[in-house]
Structure formats: structure tokens, C-alpha cells
């Protein structure tokens, strides 16, 4: 192999490594928030990729030379980061699942606001259990797992893999348990509003001269906020719960790609 070759050869494996990492940062929490310059993760993903470049061109994976093939190629990396990225940011999906539901108890579902994470509307309690929970993902570095997890992908999803994913009941399970996780994450508060609602409307049967309604929303308000300040301290493990169960869900994606 000469020189130029040696050269294209090398080039082609660093920009097939960025075209992965740029897809996972794209979609990933913490990483592919809109507050995120482009630059910055431009920036992040070249610096991954420099990182991570030796331990892949050591397996010297092959990489064809021809234009079209080398495109689809590409089109495969990006594909690849941007599955793992989506099963990563089923994390962000949950918290807003619940936040959506809490929302709806509490009276906020006409105030969303703007999700100063994605840029996007989203519930208010969402951006506040997205926010507590980036600052505690951040807090005790565990977006060095989510790294950690993509540079093991290449251990089961090599450069220019053979096949895409055909295992749709996996996505189809993983939507189920993204609910599911969603509504067990906002139960505590969603269940005592829904109590309190039931007791109200016992109470305007009892009472029908009362006119609940005129304090109704302000009391479900305070309540709502009431156990929210109470759920606190137990928020730090339901992350740690939640970010475990995503990182099983990455795990479970290469080990099905791989076969």
C-alpha cells in the first residue's frame, strides 16, 4: 500500500468514526441539546472520533474505495448513530412522558412552554424533571457511560456492518416500557391529584351551594407542588433506575444487531 493510499485509507476510517459519533450526539441527551452550539458538538464528535480512531483502525476493518460504495457506507455509520442515539434518548422520552402527565393533573397542560433543552413545546414538569435530571446525569459523570457505550458498539456493530437491524419487536417492546416507565415515574404525583379530584367531586355532591371550582385549581396546584417537593429526594434513584434500564436497552440493541 503507498503512501496516498495509506492516506485515503486513513481518512476514510476517521470520517466513517465521525459519521457514527455525529449521529449519536445529534440525538443523545446532555449531548444534542439545542443550547449546544453546532460547533460545540461538531467539535465534541471530531474530538471522540480522534480518541476512539486508534483502537478501530487497529482491527483495520475493510473500507471500499469506490465512490458510491463508500457513500452507502456512510449512510450506514450515520444510520447506526443516530439507532443508538434514539434508544439513548428514550431516557428524555420518559421524563417528558411523565412531565406531560403531571402537567395534565396539575392544570398546566395550556401553559407548555418552551423546552429550553430541544427547543421545542413540551410540559413544564418535563422541563423540570429534564433539567434536575441532566444536572444530576452531569453532576455524577454518567455521560461518560453513554461514550463508554458507544465506543462498545464497535466491538458489536463494526465499521460497514453486514445487515440493519430486523428486530422490530424490539422497538415495539421498547415504546411499551418508554410508557410504561412514564407513567410509573409520574404515578405518585398523577395518583394523589387524581385522589384529591375524586374527593372534590364528592364534596360538590355534597355540597352543591359550595363553588368548588373557584378553588379547586389553586389547592390541586399547591397540592401537586406539595408532592413534588416530597418526591425529591427519591428523584436521584429513579434516575439511577432509569439510566441503568436505557443503558440495558443499548446493550440489548447490539447484542440484537450482532446477530
Known amino acids: 500500500m503507498g503512501l496516498t493510499d495509506l492516506l485515503q485509507w486513513n481518512l476514510s476510517l476517521f470520517l466513517l468514526i465521525l459519521f457514527r459519533w455525529g449521529g449519536m450526539i445529534?440525538?443523545?441527551?446532555?449531548?444534542?441539546?439545542?443550547?449546544?452550539?453546532?460547533?460545540?458538538?461538531l467539535g465534541l464528535a471530531a474530538s471522540l472520533s480522534v480518541i476512539v480512531y486508534p483502537i478501530i483502525a487497529a482491527a483495520k476493518p475493510s473500507i471500499p474505495i469506490e465512490l458510491l460504495p463508500?457513500?452507502?457506507?456512510?449512510?450506514?455509520e450515520v444510520f447506526v448513530g443516530l439507532v443508538i442515539g434514539f434508544v439513548i434518548y428514550t431516557m428524555t422520552a420518559i421524563l417528558q412522558g411523565a412531565g406531560q402527565l403531571i402537567d395534565f393533573q396539575m392544570g398546566f397542560t395550556m401553559g407548555a412552554a418552551i423546552d429550553p433543552v430541544y427547543g421545542v413545546q413540551s410540559p413544564m414538569m418535563g422541563n423540570f424533571q429534564m433539567i434536575l435530571a441532566t444536572m444530576l446525569l452531569l453532576a455524577?459523570?454518567?455521560?461518560?457511560?453513554?461514550?463508554a457505550a458507544m465506543v462498545k458498539s464497535y466491538a458489536y456493530i463494526p465499521i460497514n456492518?453486514?445487515?440493519l437491524p430486523s428486530n422490530y419487536l424490539y422497538y415495539v417492546h421498547l415504546v411499551t416500557n418508554v410508557f410504561s416507565l412514564a407513567i410509573q415515574l409520574a404515578m405518585p404525583v398523577f395518583g394523589a391529584l387524581l385522589v384529591s379530584d375524586i374527593g372534590v367531586g364528592l364534596l360538590s355532591r355534597t355540597v352543591p351551594q359550595l363553588n368548588i371550582f373557584s378553588i379547586v385549581f389553586p389547592v390541586k396546584i399547591i397540592f401537586g407542588f406539595t408532592i413534588l417537593f416530597l418526591a425529591i429526594p427519591f428523584f436521584g434513584e429513579s434516575i439511577t433506575h432509569l439510566f441503568n434500564t436505557n443503558m440495558s436497552w443499548v446493550l440489548e440493541?447490539?447484542?440484537?444487531?450482532k446477530q
Open 140 to 147: 455524577t459523570n454518567s455521560h461518560h457511560y453513554l461514550i
Open 26 to 41: 445529534m440525538l443523545a441527551p446532555v449531548f444534542g441539546a439545542r443550547g449546544v452550539p453546532v460547533m460545540v458538538r
Open 253 to 257: 440493541l447490539y447484542q440484537g444487531w
Open 70 to 76: 463508500y457513500v452507502a457506507v456512510v449512510l450506514k
Open 161 to 163: 456492518p453486514s445487515s
